[in-house]
């Protein structure tokens, strides 16, 4: 075997982190994978409607790689979700319509999935319709159904793909920020980041919303510009009525593909985004708006039977689409400079073809740059969940605590998350080389998710991490560089960056 390819991988998120792992799939590569925050999976991988597009929006003949890579990835996921213990849902999706011009726009997707090749998708009406939906409003005309629909934590999806990379030999960096990609007589060399220089022969740019940014850097596509464009949502309580069985949503538009109702894989009613477009410097501009929010009700309303009232919100959040230029994913291997890949301006269905794009990835890197990719022998494929209380009988608890008694110990009551959980999330942050955080021990266990948000277990669960790691309390972050204790308020108003 000739000496090893060094490639860096820039963003852990869910694109970044599939490429780390499918490169650890073959011989001769040595992976590092580049985050700035202090855990995997805090940009805009985080904030999304978490759902598994089957494929039947994207138009082939707009956007080739999109739609191809929208359906390979809706099949690839339920291999991913398998091998990774990932929570998942596999309900299927009906596109509400509730006018007869709504109805001539949705009928396109009929073709689309034909054209696709996205099994199953048609037209239900009436009976049928309310057979599939139960809690669909009954002044809807009828829906497209496309019964490969899934959705997915998006958060536990990245951590659990990393975790893997990193049992397969990638190496993860957090809290290091890739200032600029370092090119010497036309060849990448590395990263030049806050923690210093990385060698690489091959820079992945999977930067997400600064994608364009990283590009420049390396003197690629400097008019290519990645403008946010802000999706706002409302989480319901689990105990909510009329909860829908499927995912349902409206007819999508030019910008986006419509306000969703779900229930989440954790069993909270998720309704969302919208969808507005920020100025290009507005890459941070995460907060809700009234306005907002009222459209995401209104909308909703034509979807539900019921919309539960606003009290039973328990958070409001908003994402931010990287959008490209005309809505074009950047996906490219340069040959000048040679060793440098876009993978840029990854919008919906981003989280979809993730995997479809990784293989994808190295397929373009195998062929820029005349690399074989053969096969490792002895790839672990696998990577376990972290075993949880969360419904489970008393019987299964009993035999649990029994074995390990911080079973028994409950640490968040709403979310029902023991002491053993919080450590096991833990030790997991460390052992990929993350950063400890509440917001890390949260999207793995969901301790701090539920109606009280952490009101009652944040403060437990910092005292965990500060034990676990023998750090002290002050220097525990809730998230992006809010400390837990250094401002007991944060800590107790639940003011996550
Ligand atoms: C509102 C909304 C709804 C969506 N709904 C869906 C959906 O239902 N289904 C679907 O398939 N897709 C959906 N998407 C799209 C999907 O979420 C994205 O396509 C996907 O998450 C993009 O992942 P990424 O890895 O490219 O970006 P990110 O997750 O943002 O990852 C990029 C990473 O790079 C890091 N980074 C950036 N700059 C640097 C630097 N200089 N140095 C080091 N690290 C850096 C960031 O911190 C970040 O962690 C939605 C998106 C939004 C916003």
Same mark, same amino acid.
């Given at each position: 075997?000739?000496?090893?390819?060094?490639?860096?991988?820039?963003?852990?998120?869910? &694109?970044?982190?599939?490429?780390?792992?499918?490169?650890?799939?073959?011989?001769?590569?040595?992976?590092?994978?580049?985050?700035?925050?202090?855990?995997?999976? @805090?940009?805009?991988?985080?904030?999304?409607?978490?759902?598994?597009?089957?494929?039947?929006?994207?138009?082939?003949?707009?956007?080739?790689?999109?739609?191809?890579?929208?359906?390979?990835?809706?099949?690839? @996921?339920?291999?991913?979700?398998?091998?990774?213990?990932?929570?998942?849902? @596999?309900?299927?999706?009906?596109?509400?319509?509730?006018?007869?011009?709504?109805?001539?726009?949705?009928?396109?997707?009929?073709?689309?999935?034909?054209?696709?090749?996205?099994?199953?998708?048609?037209?239900?009406?009436?009976?049928?319709?309310?057979?599939?939906?139960?809690?669909?409003?009954?002044?809807?005309?009828?829906?497209?159904?496309?019964?490969?629909?899934?959705?997915?934590?998006?958060?536990?999806?990245?951590?659990?793909?990393?975790?893997?990379?990193?049992?397969?030999?990638?190496?993860?960096? &957090?809290?290091?920020?890739?200032?600029?990609?370092?090119?010497?007589?036309?060849?990448?060399?590395?990263?030049?980041?806050?923690?210093?220089?990385?060698?690489?022969?091959?820079?992945?740019?999977?930067?997400?919303?600064?994608?364009?940014?990283?590009?420049?850097?390396?003197?690629?596509?400097?008019?290519?510009?990645?403008?946010?464009?802000?999706?706002?949502?409302?989480?319901?309580?689990?105990?909510?009525?009329?909860?829908?069985?499927?995912?349902?949503?409206?007819?999508?538009?030019?910008?986006?593909?419509?306000?969703?109702?779900?229930?989440?894989?954790?069993?909270?009613?998720?309704?969302?985004?919208?969808?507005?477009?920020?100025?290009?410097?507005?890459?941070?501009?995460?907060?809700?708006?009234?306005?907002?929010?009222?459209?995401?009700?209104?909308?909703?309303?034509?979807?539900?039977?019921?919309?539960?009232?606003?009290?039973?919100?328990?958070?409001?959040?908003?994402?931010?689409?990287?959008?490209?230029?005309?809505?074009?994913?950047?996906?490219?291997?340069?040959?000048?400079?040679?060793?440098?890949?876009?993978?840029?301006?990854?919008?919906?269905?981003?989280?979809?073809?993730?995997?479809?794009?990784?293989?994808?990835?190295?397929?373009?890197?195998?062929?820029?740059?005349?690399?074989?990719?053969?096969?490792?022998?002895?790839?672990?494929?696998?990577?376990?969940?972290?075993?949880?209380?969360?419904?489970?009988?008393?019987?299964?608890?009993?035999?649990?605590?029994?074995?390990?008694?911080?079973?028994?110990?409950?640490?968040?009551?709403?979310?029902? &998350?023991?002491?053993?959980?919080?450590?096991?999330?833990?030790?997991?942050?460390?052992?990929?080389?993350?950063?400890?955080?509440?917001?890390?021990?949260?999207?793995?266990?969901?301790?701090?998710?539920?109606?009280?948000?952490?009101?009652?277990?944040?403060?437990?669960?910092?005292?965990?991490?500060?034990?676990?790691?023998?750090?002290?309390?002050?220097?525990?972050?809730?998230?992006?560089?809010?400390?837990?204790?250094?401002?007991?308020?944060?800590?107790?108003?639940?003011?996550?960056?």
């Amino acid at each position: 075997m000739g000496p090893l390819v060094k490639v860096a991988v820039v963003g852990a998120g869910v &694109v970044g982190a599939s490429i780390a792992r499918v490169l650890t799939m073959y011989e001769g590569f040595e992976v590092v994978l580049v985050e700035r925050e202090p855990d995997v999976g @805090w940009g805009v991988s985080k904030a999304n409607t978490s759902v598994i597009h089957p494929g039947h929006e994207e138009d082939p003949r707009q956007h080739p790689l999109r739609a191809k890579l929208c359906v390979e990835g809706n099949r690839l @996921w339920r291999r991913w979700v398998r091998e990774l213990d990932i929570p998942a849902r @596999w309900p299927g999706e009906l596109m509400v319509f509730a006018s007869p011009e709504e109805e001539r726009e949705a009928r396109k997707y009929v073709e689309l999935a034909k054209l696709n090749g996205v099994p199953g998708v048609r037209l239900v009406y009436g009976r049928e319709l309310l057979a599939l939906e139960p809690n669909v409003n009954p002044q809807a005309l009828g829906a497209v159904y496309a019964p490969t629909a899934g959705t997915v934590s998006p958060f536990e999806a990245v951590t659990a793909i990393v975790e893997n990379a990193v049992e397969n030999g990638a190496r993860l960096l &957090v809290e290091t920020e890739v200032l600029r990609v370092r090119v010497e007589g036309g060849e990448v060399k590395g990263l030049e980041t806050t923690r210093g220089f990385v060698e690489a022969d091959i820079v992945v740019n999977a930067a997400g919303l600064w994608a364009d940014e990283v590009s420049r850097s390396a003197g690629v596509e400097p008019e290519f510009r990645i403008r946010p464009r802000r999706g706002e949502y409302l989480l319901f309580d689990e105990d909510v009525r009329g909860k829908p069985a499927r995912i349902l949503h409206t007819v999508p538009t030019p910008v986006t593909k419509g306000v969703y109702a779900l229930t989440t894989v954790h069993g909270n009613l998720l309704l969302g985004p919208t969808a507005e477009d920020l100025p290009p410097e507005a890459k941070d501009e995460t907060g809700t708006t009234r306005e907002g929010l009222g459209r995401v009700l209104s909308e909703a309303a034509k979807l539900l039977r019921e919309v539960p009232p606003p009290s039973k919100v328990i958070r409001t959040f908003a994402g931010l689409r990287p959008e490209p230029p005309g809505g074009e994913w950047l996906v490219k291997a340069y040959e000048d400079p040679w060793g440098f890949v876009n993978v840029a301006g990854i919008r919906s269905p981003g989280l979809t073809a993730a995997p479809a794009l990784a293989h994808h990835v190295a397929g373009l890197i195998s062929e820029a740059y005349g690399i074989e990719l053969r096969r490792k022998e002895g790839w672990n494929p696998r990577r376990v969940g972290i075993a949880r209380l969360a419904g489970k009988s008393l019987r299964e608890i009993d035999e649990m605590a029994r074995a390990n008694p911080d079973y028994g110990e409950i640490v968040c009551y709403c979310k029902m &998350v023991s002491k053993a959980e919080v450590l096991e999330a833990i030790e997991r942050i460390r052992r990929i080389g993350a950063r400890p955080t509440i917001d890390g021990v949260k999207f793995r266990v969901q301790a701090g998710f539920g109606r009280c948000q952490g009101s009652f277990c944040r403060w437990r669960v910092a005292l965990l991490i500060a034990q676990a790691t023998g750090r002290p309390l002050h220097e525990v972050l809730v998230g992006r560089g809010a400390y837990a204790v250094g401002d007991v308020k944060v800590l107790l108003r639940g003011g996550a960056a």
